[in-house]
């Protein structure tokens, strides 16, 4: 099978609906490019690595195991678009790109057409970053809502200490942040997007955490403005709310673990051998 093939496979097993816009994906306007070694596409896929994001550790990773496609979740180059010719002079540009090319293979990037649903929940389309959290921490049978699509939680009680300890030992992280009352009861929990300071989108949240009651919210972006904010407020006046700050890549990873499950399944054959690899915690904590 070719690299082409494989990821032309990889899509077709995908619903392939914007999560977004609710159209058709498009492939002028997808994130799912081919982001390094198109010159390799025609080449004979020799195994898959799954990542959250292709890191140096990463590229060399998928070298030592013979692997010629990489499937990442995020940019390649730390850029939307994955755009290239912004970064000319770049030292570190330079650096990994002569790691990429000593490896000689091809990495694409899947974004849109993970989150655009996966057949994983008996037949059901999921978003599968979101899925493979939810597995990760064994919560599927804990999923509220729109079940399919669900970033909403009804878990056994706990503190939000003994929460984020739980995220902590079942993503294999160094830590994580916990903002509010860690000693605040919590069962409803819920994942936002993007918390990042955005007026209309963080009021949003905010009411949604009223409205429906939320406890917890594990949060991938979380800035120290607009919700950040109100959780802490809210603790500080007796309501028993907290927030985990587990970072956008942490908590998505292990979706990008689930497709090394699937990935089989979608291309058709068990002759090309696909693997994941973690990129590690990307925190480092300095507790003095």
Known sequence: ???????????????????????????????????????????????????????SDVVREAARRGANLIICHEALFWNHGDRQDVLSGNAVFAAKKELLDGWGGCVWRCHDYIHSGVPLDGGKYVDDIFYGFAQKMGWLEYRVGDVPASRDFLIPEMTGRELAESIVSALGLS??????????????????????????????????????????????????????????????????????????????????????????????????????????????????
């Open 1 to 55: 099978m070719k690299i082409a093939e494989a990821i032309e496979r990889a899509k077709g097993f995908c619903r392939g609906i914007d999560a977004w816009t609710g159209l058709p994906i498009e492939e002028a306007t997808t994130r799912d490019k081919v982001t390094y070694g198109q010159e390799h596409l025609e080449e004979e896929c020799t195994g898959v690595v799954c990542c959250l994001w292709a890191t």
């Open 175 to 288: 830590g994580t942040r916990l903002i509010g009352d860690a000693d605040a009861s919590v069962a409803r929990i819920q994942i936002p997007m993007h918390v990042m300071g955005n007026a209309e989108a963080d009021t949003a949240e905010i009411a949604t955490i009223e409205r429906e009651g939320i406890d917890a919210v594990v949060t991938m972006e979380l800035c120290d403005f607009t919700v950040s904010e109100y959780i802490r407020d809210a603790a500080l006046l007796g309501k028993g709310k907290c927030a985990i700050a587990v970072g956008h890549f942490d908590l998505e990873e292990p979706g990008m673990e689930c497709m090394a499950g699937w990935l089989p399944e979608a291309l058709g054959t068990d002759s090309v051998p696909v693997g994941f690899v973690s990129m590690g915690d990307t925190y480092q904590y300095i507790l003095t």
